[in-house]
């Protein structure tokens, strides 16, 4: 079978993991690019280890990821059994790596950094295959660490619809003293809407009266990345 179609059968979980390249498979891959270079369903196949008949382990851990996306570190049990493949240990191995990445996060011993809008992407990569337009709110420390993450609004990413309260009432809260908007476009093209564009220069002026820089506004899809604050340098360091 051709590589690239070897591929897709692998995404859709048609095949084995014996019978694709070890190239393509998640551990093989960390071992020879590191964790960062991974899919979220990728690090998931590797904490699950092994799928079921009919469903390699990718694909039982993209229908996870599909079924709880953000949600899944507040998954119970008895909601991740109802997934092909999910038994009560891979559901208790899920949960115990969620509790744990929260409890890090909490206690202030995991820092998440964003220093560049390829590190956002890493950070927001699932937004890319969501079927829904959502537009997230990441709010950083002076040092540029995540604060938090919210989900602002779901739908039709509207200027008439999102308030610059609804991003800075939380950042005030919080104290971040920067945020950084990002959002996705199911249909795969990221070029900025003229929505997009008025969004942004509203939380921007917004910001900038409070003392809450926007350090930019990227948008995601499955054909690229752009910004819409800074149009022509969507790569640039934050």
């Known amino acids: 079978m051709p590589k690239k179609s070897m591929t897709i059968a692998y995404e859709k979980g048609d095949v084995q993991m014996n019978q694709i390249p070890k190239i393509l498979r998640p551990r093989e891959k960390m071992l020879s690019r590191g964790a960062e270079t ?11 280890g092994s799928g079921i ?6 694909e039982v851990a993209r229908l996870v990821l599909l079924k709880f996306g953000q949600k899944l570190v507040d998954a119970k049990i008895e ?10 240990t891979k559901a208790m ?5 969620c509790t744990l990445a929260k409890r890090l996060i909490h206690n ?7 220093r ?5 992407i890493r950070f927001c990569h699932d937004l890319i295959s969501s079927k829904r337009e959502k537009l997230v709110a990441l709010f950083l420390d ?21 308030h610059p309260r609804e991003i800075y009432a939380p950042a005030l809260e919080l104290r971040a003293s920067a945020i950084i908007l990002v959002h996705n476009h199911p249909a795969g093209d990221p070029t900025p809407s003229a929505q997009d564009y008025e969004i942004t220069e509203q939380i921007k002026s917004a910001g900038e009266i409070i003392g809450i820089h926007l350090l930019d506004h990227l948008v995601l899809a499955k054909n690229g990345v752009r910004s819409a604050l800074n149009a022509n340098d969507a790569n640039r360091a934050l």
């Open 108 to 114: 202030g011993e995991l820092k998440i950094t964003l």
């Open 79 to 88: 909601e991740l059994e109802k997934i092909p493949g999910i038994g009560k």
């Open 93 to 97: 191995q899920i949960i115990s790596a």
């Open 38 to 48: 991974l899919t979220d369903s990728e690090l998931l196949a590797i904490l699950l």
């Open 116 to 120: 560049s809008a390829e590190d956002v």
């Open 53 to 58: 008949k009919g469903h390699n382990v990718k």
């Open 142 to 162: 002076i040092h540029q660490q995540l604060i938090d993450k919210k989900e602002i609004t779901r739908g039709t990413v509207s200027a008439s619809l999102i």
